[in-house]
């Protein structure tokens, strides 16, 4: 029950209080359709991926492959971090943040806060949240379902978000990806 918890906390807060805030500074949804898997369908697509193995887990239909206490408080805590984390990268990007990639749109190019050191912190933190959860509640489905995620999260920003960068920003956004890591600091940065 306390990763469907998390997932409900992460689902109130890291989208609806943000894409609330950013209705009401910028009178637009965040929510973008566009290019690749964006908007509704990707924040229910991720969600639904990452609950199925809390839901399997609290029916009883999948056993956990580790029954530790200790590691479900360690999971509430980096779940809890990858939220906390997620936000600050939302608001760090101020009126720029959108859930998807609209090819038409153009905003700011963000690279202050934790876009200092990683180009993608929203999505390192989602994927910390995911980390969290799947200690939580450890078994095969939330073990695939990270990969899943993982791989989604790689192939959009690589096939989609980072050519759509590039156009828009240029010279700009080479120099800052040649600074920022793609998701860790330091690792997936362009070569100059």
């Known amino acids: 029950m306390v990763g469907i918890l998390l997932e409900v906390a992460f689902a109130v807060f890291a989208i609806g209080l943000r894409s609330w805030v950013h209705v009401r500074q910028t009178g637009d949804s965040p929510f973008r359709g566009g290019s690749g898997i964006g908007g509704v369908p990707a924040m229910f697509g991720l969600g639904a991926v990452l609950l199925i193995g809390p839901v399997l887990d609290v029916t009883g239909a999948l056993p956990r492959l580790v029954h530790a206490p200790w590691l479900t408080a360690v999971g509430v805590v980096v779940a809890v971090l990858g939220i906390v984390a997620t936000i600050w990268a939302q608001f760090a990007m101020g009126s720029s943040w959108r859930i998807g990639v609209d ?16 180009r993608n912190p929203i999505y390192t933190s989602m994927l910390l949240f995911g980390l969290g959860i799947t200690f ?6 939330l073990l695939v379902s990270l990969a899943i995620v993982v791989a989604m999260l790689e192939y959009h ?21 040649a600074r920022a890591g793609r998701f860790l600091p330091g690792v997936g940065r362009f070569a100059h």
């Open 136 to 141: 939580v509640v450890p078994n095969v489905a």
């Open 103 to 118: 090819d038409q749109e153009r905003t700011a190019l963000v690279t202050a806060g934790p876009f200092r050191w990683v």
């Open 157 to 177: 920003v690589r096939a989609i978000e980072e050519p759509y960068l590039r156009h828009v920003h240029g010279t700009e956004y080479a120099q800052w990806a």
